[in-house]
């Protein structure tokens, strides 16, 4: 198959920083060439994936996420380059609804978000004429009146991640937070769990938006000690070397996370994760094997006492065995010729 990419304009692919999404697109490409077929990815001109590119943006509209004129521009030409393709794989938002003036172009799209009630709304109507693929149940259980195609997890290529001891760095042993400065991403809470269990936290955090800098002034900074360190936004190179090292990812969510690529990198690593048992975690974690779900910090502190019981190898395995780039390009092309041979 000749398969069209259309990745969001927001960041480069892959993305130099935080970007999951950006980071699975990436893995997709990549993944569709290996298994033999023929890709265009269309993104924008500062972005390095080692696939067949094109785009109208020469730069990622980082500054502007989330605006429709940039969006709409990329997406407008996205579309005219996808001339010759068998079928496309649409990652923005506005990609799949304008995809309504090609019917004779094959379309699918992945929600990477959470379902709201606008979106509930937009998808229910879009979902008869375009497939659309979840990232997780708890994505999907969240807008049971959506269409969903299929249910595909995220996956990454485990030997791109360095297998780790969880030592710790030069000042001994860690636990790391790694995510959104986001009251329902849970920085303080990673704080109050590994201060009770007497660990020290590294914070590797995106903190970008005004609302960001509000929450971390507000319910972090003040947290703050030589037992909880932020180190701001961290290159992928940078959060390879935190999570390798770390005794564990602390991801104490309080909301319906529908995937949280975060979980997987760890374990490729080696690293066990905590996690409160919302949103996907359940799918991802498997309790008492590769990390831990707990209730509250208090259960997340005591759960830290016994990491040792968690087998790092097996938390190596899940990757490259389940959460693998290669199974989640399997599922993929599977839809997509179920797609293009109309059934």
């Given at each position: 198959?000749?398969?069209?990419?259309?990745?969001?304009?927001?960041?480069?692919?892959?993305?130099?920083?935080?970007?999951?999404?950006?980071?699975?697109?990436?893995?997709?490409?990549?993944?569709?060439?290996?298994?033999?077929?023929?890709?265009?990815?269309?993104?924008?001109?500062?972005?390095?994936?080692?696939?067949?590119?094109?785009?109208?943006?020469?730069?990622?509209?980082?500054?502007?996420?989330?605006?429709?004129?940039?969006?709409?521009?990329?997406?407008?030409?996205?579309?005219?380059?996808?001339?010759?393709?068998?079928?496309?794989?649409?990652?923005?938002?506005?990609?799949?609804?304008?995809?309504?003036?090609?019917?004779?172009?094959?379309?699918?799209?992945?929600?990477?978000?959470?379902?709201?009630?606008?979106?509930?709304?937009?998808?229910?109507?879009?979902?008869?004429?375009?497939?659309?693929?979840?990232?997780?149940?708890?994505?999907?259980?969240?807008?049971?009146?959506?269409?969903?195609?299929?249910?595909?997890?995220?996956?990454?290529?485990?030997s791109a991640f360095p297998v780790g001891d969880g030592a710790g760095d030069a000042e001994g042993p860690y636990v790391l937070f790694l995510g959104r400065m986001s009251p329902d991403k849970g920085a303080h809470r990673a704080i109050a769990a590994a201060r009770a269990a007497g660990y020290r936290v590294l914070m590797a955090a995106k903190m970008r938006e005004p609302w960001e800098h509000r929450f971390f002034t507000q319910e972090v900074e003040p947290?703050?000690?030589?037992?909880?360190?932020?180190?701001?936004?961290?290159?992928?190179?940078?959060?390879?070397?935190?999570?390798?090292?770390?005794?564990?990812?602390?991801?104490?969510?309080?909301?319906?996370e529908p995937f949280g690529m975060v979980m997987i990198e760890a374990m490729a690593c080696g690293t066990p994760v905590l996690a409160f048992p919302e949103g996907a975690a359940p799918e991802v974690v498997d309790d008492g094997r590769t990390g831990v779900l707990c209730e509250d910090e208090a259960a997340m502190a005591a759960a830290l006492a016994d990491i040792d019981r968690i087998d790092r190898a097996a938390c190596r395995l899940s990757v490259e065995t389940y959460f693998s780039t290669h199974r989640m390009v399997a599922e993929h092309l599977e839809l997509f010729e179920e797609v293009v041979g109309g059934t």
């Open positions: 198959m000749r398969i069209g990419i259309v990745a969001p304009p927001w960041t480069p692919i892959p993305p130099p920083l935080y970007g999951g999404i950006e980071l699975v697109v990436d893995q997709l490409a990549r993944g569709f060439v290996e298994a033999g077929h023929d890709v265009l990815l269309y993104t924008t001109g500062d972005s390095t994936c080692p696939v067949p590119m094109a785009w109208v943006l020469a730069e990622a509209e980082g500054e502007r996420i989330g605006m429709a004129v940039p969006e709409i521009r990329h997406v407008l030409h996205a579309y005219d380059a996808m001339s010759d393709v068998d079928i496309v794989h649409d990652h923005t938002m506005m990609g799949p609804f304008h995809s309504a003036h090609r019917p004779d172009l094959p379309v699918v799209t992945t929600i990477h978000g959470p379902f709201n009630e606008e979106l509930t709304d937009l998808y229910t109507h879009l979902g008869p004429r375009v497939p659309i693929i979840a990232i997780s149940h708890a994505q999907r259980r969240a807008a049971p009146e959506v269409a969903i195609a299929r249910v595909i997890h995220h996956g990454v290529d485990a947290l703050l000690g030589p037992d909880a360190v932020y180190l701001g936004e961290v290159s992928h190179e940078r959060k390879l070397e935190l999570l390798a090292g770390a005794t564990a990812l602390l991801f104490p969510i309080r909301w319906n």
